[in-house]
């Protein structure tokens, strides 16, 4: 990798890095404790005022302490769900592209199966059937969301475990194992940080989704997507509670995109002038 | 998704592909919608708009306010609510009477009532529905309200044909006999469970009877499009002269409360919900304030404590619950539409208990309970509550005030189905969300369904049990004089709010708005709306 | 060519009976019994007993199973528990709406993509091509709900241009097409950028352009039609998710589609509903595959069918 990033990786590093120091800082820069009643709000939402930059909603709290304390939980879903996807993914995709055989045809058709199963319907029947919590939102974005990580793996090892450095290391007798974990794993690592920079993107519109189901982490977390979910009932008359957690999520997935796609625009100019 | 972004390209025939696509595209988009039936001008409709599909329209099915509204529109029972109350006046049968041990009832059909396809009701009619809704291969949900026939348990085992209890001498004439007292056994034929069904339609159609459904109500079925409307025309032959006043009911379905009050506003609907947002402007609108209707539902709503489980098992943890939930802030969340409960039960009931006091919002009170109780530092507590926006809001006003007085609240939002099971399981459910809607208007429905040992594993979900309470409900359950009857639930009602197996949450109050031009509408303090007698003034008509 | 087709529908009724079996699992370890929600808050245990029976749910799972898919072979998916109305009857009642809005916001999508992706191509590393993928990254970035409830407050609310929601009519159409064909136009002209910057890379045309070809006709006339080709494909097997419905769009908008069916399905534990729809949908994303192949080898005679795809 070359260390010079372009513009679009600077400016997405800069903010996850943000988002990173708002969720770390939380506690320093909300206003207000994000649980609480703070404003006599009841039922009738307040707009933002100088007490309450982003007002206050209908359980009187403050909506700025919210969506600070809410990128907490963005990004633990983020990264945390993301890490459980790569790892199913990657190993599915692993072990059918370097096994082969009935494996790989069995793997890939039950790949095919749950790429046919409409991803959010299954994620509710997963959340019901779990129990909402933390956990188990993590366990669902994994569960739904490995089938194109297992893909695009299992396609790069398939390519890698062809090439000459993978044959002869067979031909010397190295174990499947130890292929796998020496050889064809550090080969596809490069594709594998790409998926992660996007997935994390993914596993937040994932989970904002649920959120707005109602079947996201559980209250009293705050967490962006119920923001919006509570709001929908006032939006004709305090749309701004559902305007700004909504920006906060852009904010959050436009990060990890620019940082994904960043990266393969670097690696395409590479290949090119190459 | 979004790994696809880069990708490579392949050469093709490309016209044809889009082509192709395109044509894949818009043959389905020919056909979507049909048309709505067209009433000629001047008539008499009511419009109205709905969030959910009516669920069914066959009696033996519905248990649910959508399903009610329109069922008894449609069909006629023996006897029936008034329009604004709980007292049974005539439907179809004219008059009846009750045995003074209250097992034996007999019902006076009126002559000349037909069903709109054209046949005659008779007494059969009225046993046949019942005997439907007794049949396990329907499986009704009101099946047990009619199980204290005599008979009924042979014909529900398949060991009879009929059920004996029911006997109809006459077409015009039907004696239920019960196998003990039971003096709100008429009510129990006020439900649209009760209601009379043609035989031969149900026959003829089987679990499609929902959709072709035959009454002898003031309305027929016209149309009927899932997710999108439902059209009921004026019955011409019914029984009762000039009702109804309208010539139909359109229902647009699919609409939610905002879109409801949008339509409203323009003139598009004639009745309306108030959503939330709007609520505060409308209280503040002279204009729009006098337009409103409110009743006070017999409902309660409350936070159930499984008082086999610890902590909830100690009574000064359950008082002190109720004191630290600050019951004015909850109804102010929901727009002030609600009464704060001082016990189980409402208002609009009979035998309601107005001197009784219930517990006021004292957290002071409540964290000395604690401490005496043994949690100084409070405890922990899961939850369980249906996954909907109002309730999750709720929860977290709950939430809040607990957290004050060192309970912390762990919420477990789950699924309409899984919430009744897991409450129906010991030792599962430590603290729920529920509410209760009267079946009758009678002490009985809330005291002996909700809180009597018998109930455990049913509708005791709080698994309260307590012998004194239970021997009250015994001594009043086959009393039919209401003076003694409710100073004895009135009794029991004390001992409960002592106990204080819930925290009594608050008494539900409906608010609907109307336009100007509608008139003679009721609303009912146990049971949907009825329109029979709802008439309109010449208005605009909406664009 | 018939032996691939018969061979193609062979595994995908493979993958059906793969999606059917999950779902089922998952459907009978919910943590209920499904005759409690069938029999609603107030039944009492007889009753209960009763409905269980009759619905066959005493039965061993397995059996349950072996007649859940011998009546669906003969198309019958059972009737629903809460409606009580046959399943296939309830998805075709629901599907008029799904399926028009799921053609408008392809069709748009990929003209939004299209135009975008071109325009993009040709003016290729300068500022414009900068912006739309700025522009492109933050349309797939937001929540499809959120920018549905932004139009709505736009579009309904502040300019009462479009109703707030419902199936009512050509206007009620136009926010839910948006809201979902924004992200997808966004995501299509990337890929289209990407390759039409491949195609345009080619030696030939390079050499086009080198001998005067203008950059506009180069795209219109040489790498277009290469490149719409993979378009083609995603926007296919798009068409087949958007048609088993939208849950969240629809949410947003009370759009009555299948979407908004397949959610109060799971939420009311609605089992023969819930199969069913998760067996249409997958029914549509096979054949979606299946079509989407046959096109490519009609159009591109190259293409060996039976070729892996992956």
């Known amino acids: 990798m070359k260390p010079r990033l372009n513009f679009m990786e600077t400016a997405g590093a800069v903010m996850v890095l943000g988002l990173a120091v708002v969720a770390i800082f939380a506690p320093l820069l909300a206003p207000h404790d994000p649980a609480r009643a703070v404003a006599a709000s009841f039922g009738d939402p307040w707009p933002p005022s100088r007490a309450f930059p982003l007002g206050a909603d209908q359980l009187g709290r403050d909506v700025l302490s919210r969506i600070i304390y809410g990128a907490r939980i963005s990004l633990i879903v983020g990264v945390a769900a993301m890490a459980i996807t790569l790892a199913i993914g990657v190993a599915i995709g692993l072990a059918a592209g370097f096994l082969g055989g009935a494996v790989d045809s069995l793997l890939m058709r039950f790949t095919d199966v749950m790429l046919t199963m409409p991803a959010l319907l299954l994620a509710m029947a997963l959340v019901t059937v779990l129990q909402p919590g933390l956990l188990t939102v993590l366990l669902v974005i994994g569960l739904v969301s490995w089938t194109q990580v297992a893909r695009v793996v299992r396609a790069e090892a398939l390519s890698i475990s062809r090439r000459d450095f993978v044959l002869a290391a067979r031909a010397l007798g190295a174990t499947r194992t130890r292929l796998i974990v020496r050889h064809v794993a550090p080969n596809v690592m490069p594709i594998i940080v790409v998926m992660a920079a996007l997935g994390v993107s993914g596993t937040l519109l994932l989970d904002a989704g649920l959120s707005f189901l109602t079947l996201g982490v559980p209250p009293p977390t705050p967490s962006w997507g119920r923001m919006i979910e509570e709001s929908t009932a006032y939006f004709r008359t305090a749309p701004w509670l559902a305007i700004f957690p909504g920006l906060a999520i852009l904010y959050a997935v436009m990060g990890f995109n620019l940082l994904g796609h960043g990266y393969l625009r670097r690696r395409r100019r590479d290949a090119s002038t190459r | ?171 015009w004439t039907i004696v239920f006999r019960l196998s003990a007292p039971d003096p709100i056994f008429p009510h129990k034929l006020a439900m649209p469970f009760a209601a009379a069904v043609p035989r031969e339609v149900v026959a003829r159609y089987g679990e499609d009877f929902s959709r072709h459904v035959v009454g002898s109500g003031p309305f027929m079925l016209r149309q009927w499009i899932g997710g999108q409307r439902i059209v009921l025309v004026r019955n011409p032959d019914y029984f009762v002269k000039g009702v109804p006043r309208l010539d139909g009911v359109v229902e647009a379905i699919g609409v939610n409360e905002d879109l409801q009050w949008f339509r409203f506003e323009t003139g598009a609907i004639d009745l309306s919900a108030i959503p939330p947002a709007v609520f505060p402007y409308v209280i503040k609108t002279p204009r729009l304030k006098a337009l409103t209707m409110r009743i006070v539902t017999m409902t309660t709503r409350y936070l159930g404590m499984n008082c086999q489980m610890p902590p909830f098992t100690d009574v000064r943890v359950r008082r002190a619950m109720n004191y630290a939930i600050d019951k004015r802030k909850l109804v102010a969340v929901i727009n002030g539409r609600g009464i704060p409960a001082n016990g189980v039960l409402p208002p609009s009931l009979p035998g309601y208990d107005p001197d009784l006091r219930g517990y006021p919002y004292d957290p002071a009170r409540a964290r000395a309970l604690l401490e005496q109780a043994g949690y100084p530092h409070g405890f922990t507590a899961t939850v369980w509550l249906p996954a909907d926006q109002t309730m999750m809001v709720l929860a977290q006003s709950v939430q809040q005030d607990l957290a004050l007085v060192g309970v912390q609240l762990k919420l477990k939002p789950v699924g309409f189905a899984p919430l009744l099971d897991a409450i129906r399981q010991p030792n599962t459910v430590p603290l729920f969300f529920s509410g209760w809607e009267a079946d009758f208007p009678d002490p009985a429905n809330f005291l002996d369904v909700l809180l009597s040992r018998a109930q455990w594993g049913a509708n005791n979900d709080s698994w309260f049990y307590d012998p004194r309470f239970d021997a009250l409900l015994a001594q009043a359950k086959p009393l039919a004089d209401p003076v003694r009857r409710f100073a004895l639930y009135r009794q029991a009602q004390r001992i409960a709010v002592a106990d204080a197996p819930w925290v009594f949450l608050y008494f539900p109050v409906t608010w609907q708005i109307r336009q100007p031009w509608v008139h003679g509408l009721a609303l009912n303090p146990m049971r949907p709306t009825r329109l029979d007698r709802v008439w309109l003034s010449p208005h605009p008509k909406p664009q | 060519m018939l032996a691939y087709v018969v061979r193609r529908i062979f595994f995908g009724l493979i993958v059906l009976a793969g999606a059917s079996l999950i779902t089922f699992t998952i459907a009978y370890v919910m943590p209920a019994d499904p005759a409690v929600a069938v029999a609603g808050a107030k039944a009492d245990p007889q009753t209960l007993a009763v409905i269980r029976r009759q619905l066959g749910l005493d039965q061993p799972l397995y059996i349950q199973y072996a007649h859940y898919v011998d009546r669906a072979l003969h198309g019958d998916l059972g009737r629903s528990y809460i409606r009580r109305e046959a399943v296939t009857g309830l998805i075709l009642s629901r599907f008029p709406a799904t399926a028009l809005l799921a053609a408008t916001a392809i069709a748009l999508s990929l003209l939004l993509g299209v135009a975008a992706g071109a325009l993009a191509a040709a003016y290729r590393d300068r500022a414009l091509d900068n912006w739309l993928l700025v522009a492109a990254l933050m349309l797939v970035s937001m929540p499809v709900f959120w920018l549905g409830t932004l139009l709505l407050i736009g579009g309904g609310l502040y300019l009462r241009w479009f109703p707030l929601g419902g199936f009512d009519g050509p206007l009620s159409l136009v926010l839910p097409t948006l809201t979902l064909a924004l992200g997808s136009a966004a995501y299509y002209s990337r890929i289209l950028h990407a390759s039409l910057a491949e195609a345009l890379d080619q030696d030939y045309v390079r050499t086009a352009i080198g001998k005067g070809l203008s950059r506009r006709a180069a795209i219109l006339r040489h790498a277009m039609p290469n490149a719409i080709l993979p378009l083609v494909t995603i926007a296919g097997l798009d068409f087949a998710g958007l048609l088993s419905g939208v849950v969240l769009t629809e949410t947003v908008f009370n759009w009555p589609g299948l979407g908004r069916l397949a959610f109060e399905a799971v939420f009311n534990l609605d089992l023969p509903l819930i199969m069913g729809t998760v067996l249409f949908s997958a029914a549509l994303v096979v054949a979606a595959n299946l079509l989407v192949d046959l096109l490519y080898a009609w159009l591109d005679p190259r293409i060996e069918l039976g070729a892996s795809r992956d």
């Open chain 2, 1 to 171: 998704m979004n790994s696809h972004v880069e990708s490579t390209a392949r050469p093709m025939r490309a016209r044809a592909a889009v082509a192709a696509l395109a044509l894949a595209i818009f043959f389905p988009a020919c056909r979507a919608g049909s048309p709505a039936p067209v009433f000629p001008p001047g008539a008499q409709v009511l419009h109205l708009a709905s969030l959910d599909d009516i669920p069914t329209l066959d009696p033996a099915a519905g248990y649910d306010v959508d399903s009610w509204m329109f069922e008894q529109m449609i069909f006629d029972t023996l006897i029936r609510y008034s329009d604004s109350g709980v007292d049974l006046v005539p439907d179809i049968a004219a008059s009846w009477t009750a045995s003074p041990d209250s097992t034996v009832f007999t019902f006076h059909l009126r002559r000349g009532v037909r069903f709109s396809n054209g046949r005659a009701v008779a007494s059969a009619d009225f046993k046949y529905a019942i005997e439907r809704v007794l049949d396990p291969k329907t499986r009704s949900k009101g099946m047990e309200y009619y199980r204290g026939i005599v008979g009924a348990a042979d014909f529900v085992a398949g060991r009879a044909k009929s059920v004996a209890g029911i006997e109809t001498p006459d077409p």
